[in-house]
């Protein structure tokens, strides 16, 4: 059970290190030899537990279980990164052939930059919220280190603390995780995630998403991530990566390590990427639902048309949405998409919808809302900005422009990245409803001339020219 005993094809592409390591620059992964078109499989590698390091291997057939079953008698069952941790840990300097002996020296030499690592002083230059994740990072590190050493003095293997440091950066930075189902065939059991070491496909390097449109539009072209190059996908009895795109020869081929923000990056991989901004930045935050009661007052007050009636009825909607009266609201935004509400049970709600509740100055605007999932109806909202004023108050103000200053340290420019990541995500979510209400806007104008014998009204999305402003402003 070596490190390249699961694999079964391999087309085009080639394992190794590119790039000047006395200079800090060399990246080791997965490179193309020459030209691989889209649809093409890179690699086919066997899907099974022989080829993979897992918790279950460790606690019943390793060297370290008679250890580890032993203090899950007296503690209970131990976290798969646990004894992923303690089996690279213990492994590092072992010699002669053992199982995965060939993964374990394959495997970097130094553990990469996690920010539980990092001092006082350059921890204070991340989030708040960040810190406090460090922190709870290295409480578990703390726990797992404590639980290690307990099983390694009873089996007499030598570990030392930067052994369990490493195993433990190398486990957070490379283990894969799926859902399996535990119990006998025809329980009922939930789904669990599994983690496990998986020799060779840990080789590929992270690509995040592309950013969709319209966002994408916001951006300069160099600001901009392709996505990753190769799909993963379980095929029968083995796991196949395909090109999702022609990668031209000498080009890195990339995966992706799920939708993760910079900060789960930076935690977990001890990386930003560049550029920083990406398909998969997101944040969320919450807000008080009696801005949401408040505004609901404001903007139907002295409005035409807006009777006590329809105050209820707009009241009784937004209170089955889970908008008012329920305390905390909890939001996340992608890059790319508007906020939307996460609500306790039940899909999340576009805030653009309960905008355009809170705005409605008729019954009949109401009905069609509620009614019709059309895109038409939007153009019967009479919007008047309420919807950019509602935005601006919860996110305002001109953030993400701002670039690290040049003389940096390479932690300190990773946290300044993962801070910037959060405004540029709340700045692009305002202009993206800006393009929305001024395309809501040129729709209301469109209708009321339609009204007066002017022509067919337009649904909403087929105003175009709020946004073709606001892209070639972003572009210059």
């Not at 992923?84 to 072992?94: F, I, V």
């Amino acid at each position: 059970m070596g490190g390249g005993a699961g694999l079964l094809h391999q087309r085009k592409v080639e394992l190794g290190t590119r790039g000047a390591a006395e200079q800090g620059d060399a990246i080791r992964g997965i490179w193309a030899l020459e030209q691989v078109e889209e649809g093409e499989v890179v690699m086919r590698l066997a899907n099974s537990a022989s080829f993979r390091i897992s918790g279950d291997f460790i606690r019943q057939s390793s060297s370290l279980a008679e250890g580890v079953q032993a203090l899950e008698a007296s503690e209970g069952r131990l976290a798969d990164d646990l004894l992923l941790t303690l089996y690279l840990a213990s492994s590092r300097k072992k010699e002669g052939s053992f199982p995965f002996s060939e993964y374990v020296r394959s495997l970097p030499l130094e553990k990469p930059d996690l920010p539980i690592f990092w001092d006082s002083a350059e921890l204070q230059t991340l989030p708040r919220m960040t810190m406090t994740l460090v922190e709870a990072m290295r409480e578990e590190y703390e726990d797992y280190s404590s639980k290690i050493r307990k099983v390694t003095e009873a089996l007499q293997v030598q570990v030392d603390d930067e052994d369990v440091k490493w195993g433990y950066a190398m486990v957070k930075s490379r283990a894969l995780r799926e859902k399996v189902v535990k119990g006998s065939s025809g329980q009922d059991v939930p789904e669990t995630l599994e983690r496990y070491c998986f020799p060779l496909a840990d080789m590929f390097n992270h690509e995040p998403s592309a950013v969709p449109p319209p966002a994408s539009d916001l951006l300069r072209q160099a600001d901009v991530h392709r996505g990753p190059s190769v799909r993963g996908s379980v095929v029968g009895d083995h796991f196949e990566f395909t090109a999702t795109r022609a990668i031209p020869a000498g080009s890195e081929v990339s995966w992706t390590y799920g939708q993760l923000t910079n900060e789960e990056l930076l935690l977990r991989y001890g990386f930003v990427p560049s550029p920083p901004l990406h398909g998969d930045s997101r944040i969320g935050f919450s807000l008080p639902s009696s801005i949401f009661e408040t505004s609901l007052q404001s903007l139907s007050k002295d409005r035409a048309g807006v009777t006590k009636e329809l105050m209820e009825r707009k009241r009784s909607l937004l209170q089955q949405l889970e908008v008012i009266e329920t305390g905390d609201l909890k939001f996340d935004i992608n890059l790319g998409a508007e906020p939307m509400l996460i609500r306790k049970e039940g899909l999340p709600v576009p805030m653009m919808l309960v905008s355009k509740i809170m705005c409605l100055c008729s019954g009949e605007e109401l009905a069609t809302v509620c009614l019709s999932t059309s895109d038409e109806a939007c153009g019967r909202i009479d919007i008047d900005n309420e919807i950019r004023a509602v935005y601006e108050q919860m996110f305002g103000g001109d953030a993400g422009k701002q670039t690290p200053p040049p003389d940096l340290s390479r932690r300190a420019r990773m946290a300044e990245e993962v801070q910037r990541e959060e405004r540029r995500v709340l700045a692009t979510a305002v202009k993206l409803m800006e393009i929305k209400s001024q395309e809501l806007e040129q729709e209301l104008g469109s209708s009321k001339a339609s009204s007066a014998g002017a022509g067919p009204k337009r649904g909403f999305g087929q105003g175009q020219q709020a946004s073709k402003k606001i892209k070639k402003k972003n572009r210059q």
